[in-house]
C-alpha cells in the first residue's frame, strides 16, 4: 500500500484534491483509503458516541450501513496505516491534515520537503499527469531495515530519491506484504525472508489442522 499525502493551508482546496485523487485512482481500479488528520474531535456532542464515551468506554463502535471506531486517544501515521493493512487489501491512502509526515505529497499551497507538486484544485486539469506522478514518486510503509535491497545504502536515501524522481521505477523491497507484525500497536520490520518464513510456518499448522475451510485466504494472528 502506497502513502500519499495532501497538505497546504486552511480553504486552500484539500478535500476537493484528495476527492479528485480518490475518484481517478478508483477509476482505474485501484482499492483506496482516505486518512483525515484534524486538531479537533470526530465525535459530535449529544450523540450517542458521546454519551457512550462520557460512560467510561474506552472504544465507541458502530455499525450498519457502515462501520466505524472511537479510540480515545490520537494514533500515528504508521500505526493507523498498519491496522488498514491488516484490515483490507488496499493499494494506496490518502492522507489528508498531516503537516509532518515523511511520504510523498501534493501541496494546495507552499512545497515543503516531501512535497512532489504543487498544484491549484480548482484550476487542476491534467488529473492524468498528477496521478502519474503520485504512482511514480509514492511508497509505503517503510521500515527502517536498511537493507539495501532497494539499490540504495539506507531507506532514508531511498525515500530522498523517490521524492526527487530520481527513482521512479524503484520500490522497496521489504514492505509488509507476506506478513506484519506489530507489537502494542507499532509495525516491527521484517525483511522478505522473515515473512516468508512466518509465512509458511503459520500455515504449515493450519493444513495440519486439516480444516478445508481455513487453507484458503488471508490469516491474522494475534497473540495478546
Known amino acids: 500500500m502506497k502513502i500519499i499525502g495532501v497538505t497546504g ?13 480518490v475518484e481517478k485512482l478508483t ?13 479537533t474531535g470526530f465525535d459530535f456532542p449529544g450523540k450517542d458516541t458521546d454519551k457512550h464515551r462520557r460512560a467510561g468506554a474506552q472504544i465507541v463502535a458502530g455499525t450498519g450501513r457502515e462501520t466505524f471506531f472511537l479510540l480515545e486517544r490520537e494514533m500515528g501515521l504508521e500505526e493507523i496505516a498498519g491496522t488498514l493493512e491488516i484490515l483490507d487489501d488496499l493499494d494506496f491512502l490518502i492522507v489528508e491534515g498531516f503537516k509532518e509526515m515523511e511520504y510523498a505529497s501534493v501541496s494546495t499551497s507552499a512545497p515543503g520537503d516531501f512535497t ?11 488529473m492524468d499527469e498528477l496521478i502519474d506522478l503520485l504512482k511514480r514518486r ?3 510503509l517503510l521500515q527502517d531495515l536498511n537493507c539495501k535491497k ?9 525515500r530522498e530519491a523517490k521524492i526527487r524522481g530520481e527513482a521512479d521505477d524503484v520500490d522497496c523491497r521489504s514492505q509488509p506484504e507476506r506478513v506484519l507484525l506489530r507489537i502494542d500497536g507499532k509495525p ?3 525483511n522478505p525472508f522473515v515473512q516468508e518464513f512466518i509465512s509458511k510456518t503459520v500455515r504449515g499448522m493450519i493444513d495440519a489442522l486439516e480444516t478445508e475451510s481455513l487453507k484458503n485466504g488471508r490469516v491474522d494472528l494475534i497473540i495478546k
Open 9 to 21: 493551508t486552511k480553504d486552500t482546496g484539500k478535500t476537493t484534491l484528495v476527492e479528485k485523487i
Open 27 to 39: 477509476g482505474e481500479g485501484y482499492r483506496v483509503a482516505t486518512l483525515k488528520h484534524t486538531h
Open 116 to 126: 512532489v507538486k504543487v498544484v491549484d484544485p480548482f484550476s487542476l486539469e491534467d
Open 138 to 140: 509514492s511508497y509505503g
Open 150 to 158: 532497494c539499490g540504495f545504502s539506507s531507506c532514508r536515501e531511498f
Open 188 to 190: 516491527v520490520p521484517l
